[in-house]
C-alpha cells in the first residue's frame, strides 16, 4: 500500500504543557489530530473548573488560525478532591479526572495517596459518566520499577473496578502483557491506551550501548516479550485498546542530565509512527479503528468528520525543535527515518 486515508483521528491521551511551549506543542499535534485529552500535570496542576477553564483558553489562543482543533479536558486528582470537585469540573467541560498515585512520574507529588478517600468521588464520576483515567504504577520504594505496573494492577485497579464497575476506566500507556491481559478480560468499561513508544521500543532501546535519555519515559519500557503483546494487541484489532500517544515535551537539558526528566516528544510524527508499526504487523488495515473509532466511541464522543491521508514517503524526525527562547526538544525518533508522512489533513 502506499497511501492510506482515514477518519480525523484523536489523541486520546497527551501533555500540552503550559505557557510559550503551548506555541509548539498545540500545533504540532493540531497538524493531524482533531481533538486530544489533555492531562492537568501542570505547576500547579488542574485541580478544579476554574483552573480548567483558564488552561483551555491558553490552549485555544495556540491554535493555528484555519485549524480546527478541540481541547478535551481533565483535572487531576488529589485527596481533596470532593464530589462538588468533580461536579462543577464536569460543568465546565471536564470529561474525565485523571488519577496519578503520588510520586509516579512528572508533578505528581501532590496527587494521590489514599485511594479510598475518593471512592465517593468515583461513586460521583460513576453517576455524572465522567471517566476515571489512571496512571496504574505503585510508588512503594520496595517494588521494583519493572513491576510496578502489574502491582498496579494486582493491588489496585481490580479493587477499583469491582467496586464500580460502570466506572468507565482507561488504564493509560499500558506497558506489559499483563495489562493488556487484564484489559481484555475485563468488562467493556475498561480499555488502554498505547503509546508509539511502547509499541516500538523495549528496554534495550533504552540501555544497550550507552543510556539513552529520550527513549526515558514512564511506565518505563519493558522486555521485548511485553513490547510484543502490546504489539499484538493493536494488532488483533480490538476495540478496548486505542491511540494515546502520552506525548510529553521537557527541554533538551532536563533530559540531558544526571537525572533527567521522564517524556518522549512524539506529536509531530505520532500518526506517521504508529502507521509504520501497523504497516509491520500487516494490519494497516486495522489502524483507522484505533486512531479514529475506538477511543471516540469509548469516551462517548461522536467520531470526527473529516479525513487525513498517509502516504508511504521516507523522511527524517529532526534533530531538534526550536522552541523560539533559546530552548530546544529532542523529538522522540530524532535523526531516524520513518516511511509514512501526513500529506492532507
Ligand atoms: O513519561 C512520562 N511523562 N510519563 C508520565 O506519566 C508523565 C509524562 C510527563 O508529564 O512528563
Ligand atoms: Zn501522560
Given at each position: 500500500m502506499q497511501e492510506i486515508t482515514i477518519q480525523t483521528p484523536d489523541d486520546l491521551h497527551l501533555h500540552f504543557r503550559d505557557e510559550s511551549m503551548l506555541l509548539n506543542t498545540v500545533p504540532a499535534t493540531a497538524r493531524c489530530f482533531r481533538r486530544a485529552i489533555v492531562m492537568p500535570n501542570l505547576v500547579p496542576p488542574v485541580t478544579?473548573?476554574?483552573?480548567?477553564?483558564a488552561y483551555r483558553e491558553r490552549i485555544l489562543s495556540a491554535v493555528p488560525p484555519g485549524k480546527h482543533f478541540e481541547p478535551l479536558m481533565t483535572i487531576y486528582l488529589t485527596d481533596?478532591?470532593?464530589?462538588?470537585?468533580?461536579?462543577s469540573a464536569k460543568a465546565a467541560g471536564a470529561v474525565a479526572a485523571k488519577l496519578y498515585p503520588a510520586g509516579a512520574t512528572t508533578n505528581s507529588d501532590t496527587a494521590v495517596?489514599?485511594?479510598?478517600?475518593?471512592?465517593?468521588?468515583?461513586e460521583q464520576m460513576q453517576k455524572i459518566d465522567m471517566l476515571l483515567l489512571v496512571h496504574g504504577e505503585v510508588t512503594d520504594t520496595h517494588i521494583d520499577i519493572f513491576d510496578r505496573e502489574k502491582e498496579f494492577i494486582?493491588?489496585?485497579?481490580?479493587?477499583?473496578?469491582?467496586?464500580?464497575?460502570?466506572?468507565?476506566?482507561?488504564?493509560?500507556?499500558?506497558?506489559?502483557?499483563?495489562a493488556a491481559d487484564f484489559v481484555s478480560q475485563a468488562n467493556e468499561f475498561m480499555a488502554a491506551t498505547i503509546?508509539?513508544?511502547h509499541l516500538m521500543l523495549n528496554r534495550n532501546d533504552l540501555l544497550v550501548g550507552g543510556i539513552r535519555p529520550h527513549n526515558y519515559c514512564l511506565?518505563?519500557?519493558?522486555r521485548s516479550t511485553h513490547q510484543q503483546?502490546?504489539?499484538?494487541?493493536?494488532?488483533?484489532?480490538?476495540?478496548?485498546?486505542?491511540?494515546?500517544?502520552?506525548s510529553a515535551p521537557h527541554e533538551k537539558h532536563k533530559k540531558e542530565t544526571a537525572c533527567g526528566c521522564a517524556g518522549c516528544y512524539s506529536a509531530w510524527s505520532a500518526i506517521e509512527l504508529y502507521a509504520q508499526v501497523f504497516e509491520e504487523l500487516d494490519a494497516l488495515d486495522k489502524l483507522e479503528g484505533f486512531a479514529s473509532h475506538y477511543g471516540a466511541d469509548f469516551y462517548g464522543l461522536p467520531?470526527?468528520?473529516?479525513?487525513?491521508?498517509?502516504?508511504?514517503?521516507?523522511?527524517?524526525?529532526?534533530?531538534?525543535?526550536?522552541?523560539?527562547?533559546?530552548?530546544?526538544?529532542?523529538?522522540?525518533?530524532?535523526?531516524?527515518?520513518?516511511n509514512w508522512k501526513v500529506t492532507d489533513a
Open positions: 478544579n473548573a476554574e483552573r480548567l477553564t481533596n478532591t470532593d464530589k462538588e470537585t468533580v461536579t495517596t489514599d485511594l479510598e478517600r475518593l471512592y465517593p468521588v468515583f494486582d493491588q489496585k485497579l481490580q479493587v477499583i473496578h469491582a467496586r464500580f464497575p460502570n466506572l468507565k476506566i482507561v488504564f493509560e500507556h499500558i506497558t506489559t502483557k499483563d503509546t508509539p513508544q511506565p518505563v519500557l519493558k503483546a502490546l504489539r499484538k494487541a493493536v494488532q488483533s484489532g480490538s476495540h478496548k485498546f486505542f491511540l494515546g500517544t502520552d467520531r470526527n468528520q473529516g479525513t487525513i491521508t498517509l502516504k508511504k514517503e521516507q523522511w527524517k524526525i529532526p534533530d531538534a525543535i526550536h522552541l523560539g527562547n533559546g530552548e530546544d526538544i529532542v523529538p522522540f525518533f530524532a535523526g531516524q527515518t520513518i
